[in-house]
């Protein structure tokens, strides 16, 4: 699992027109793109979500724990791009979606239970992402 990470100062996912996620604008929060690949599970989605809510990227280095900050969810199997042959990238390593779905959403639930306000963006589709990075500050957890 691959999990982008931006500090934001406010951010919004928008599909169809129609704004499906978002932290207010000016609100410092984290964006997290989230990736999946074949040897992820529950145990992997629990222990990244549990990284992402104690990583001290935001004001003071304090974490989004520590200020309640929210966390924009938005699945992105395209953080598994392999571009190293040619011009056309490979998803290959991304899981699909019958196995990719579940762990976004027990990525998301586990962020709930442990605390945080949580918005997401809508999987599979095809999603606009707006958001003013704070810093700017841009972290890949892997697992």
Known sequence: MRVLVQR???A???VDGEVVGAIAAGRQ??????????????QTAARLADKLWRLRILEDQR????LDSP???VSQFTLYADTAKGRR?????AAPRETAEPLVAAFTDELRRLGA???TGRFGAHMQVELV????VTVLLES
């Open 89 to 93: 990238p490979s998803w290959n390593a």
């Open 117 to 119: 306000s949580v918005a």
């Open 29 to 42: 929060g984290l964006v997290a793109l989230i990736g999946v690949t074949h040897s992820d599970d529950a």
């Open 8 to 10: 934001v100062n406010g």
């Open 12 to 14: 919004r996912v928008v």
């Open 71 to 73: 966390i924009l969810v």
């Open 63 to 66: 974490s989004a724990a520590d």
């Open 133 to 136: 990075n704070d810093g700017p």
